[in-house]
């Protein structure tokens, strides 16, 4: 079976300083991960997705990320924080396995202060 | 860019009503799912639908539920009869392939029950 932990619940930075958010899986085979963000009253959009190619994958608005194995982690990093980055943040994970299901982290808050 | 869009945004319900929540996804796309957050809780699996039929369903997806795709465009998501606990946000996503493909997810829809 597959799941996911993102380890913080919340995370705060300020603007222009790093952004780092945790993301644990497991799963039996393998896995497709994703993260998705969702601004407030918004849907759900995908910032990146690794499915097996390079292990550092970037994606939309200057964010990328690690899948590194030997560690089940798929970390979000981001070199500098903006004030349009305040979202919640989802690691997701998908496996063959699994069907077409999308099995969800708790999400991340990221407050950004000025 | 194409979205997926999804009506009401807020529905109100009282317990024992049906409700019915729409969904139109990208025009192209050939796999269709419902999934919810609950409140404070992670977002969860529903159910997938390719081909006219339902693919898979979670334990959540019991027998009050149902989806059907009544045309070409639309894709709703039946509640027969409403408890206090299926109040959440309910979003719809589309997918061009199953696996590993994005999964893009609409607004979602806000479903409390009364």
């Known amino acids: 079976a597959q799941s996911v932990t993102q380890l913080d619940s919340h995370v705060s930075v300020s603007e222009g300083t790093p952004v780092l958010l945790r993301c644990n899986y497991s799963?039996?085979?393998?896995?497709?991960l994703f993260w998705y963000v969702q601004h407030p009253n918004k849907g759900l959009q995908l910032l990146l997705k690794?499915?097996?190619?390079?292990?550092l994958v970037k994606g939309i608005n200057g964010f990328e990320a690690e899948f590194k194995k030997s560690e089940t982690s798929f970390h979000l990093t981001k070199p500098s924080a903006h004030m349009s980055d305040a979202a919640e943040y989802f690691c997701?994970?998908?496996?063959?396995?699994?069907?077409?299901?999308?099995?969800f982290g708790g999400g991340t808050r990221v407050l950004v202060k000025p | 860019e194409p979205e997926v869009t999804q009506t009401p945004s807020h529905q109100v319900t009282q317990m024992g009503q049906e409700v019915i929540l729409r969904c139109v996804p990208i025009?192209?796309?050939?796999?269709f799912y419902w999934y919810r957050q609950i409140l404070g809780q992670k977002v969860e699996f529903l159910v997938s639908?390719?081909?006219?039929?339902?693919?898979?369903k979670s334990e959540i997806f019991d027998d009050q539920f149902s989806v059907e795709r009544p045309d070409g465009s639309n894709f709703t998501l039946k509640i027969r009869s409403t408890k206090l606990e299926d109040s959440a946000m309910y979003f719809c996503?589309?997918?061009?392939?199953?696996?590993?493909?994005?999964?893009?997810f609409g607004p979602g829809t806000r479903l409390t029950v009364l």
């Open positions: 799963s039996s085979y393998s896995p497709s």
């Open positions: 025009s192209n796309h050939l796999y």
């Open positions: 997701v994970v998908s496996e063959r396995a699994a069907g077409n299901k999308l099995t």
């Open positions: 996503a589309s997918s061009w392939t199953s696996g590993a493909d994005t999964q893009y």
């Open positions: 690794y499915t097996s190619a390079a292990t």
């Open positions: 639908f390719y081909n006219n039929e339902i693919s898979e």
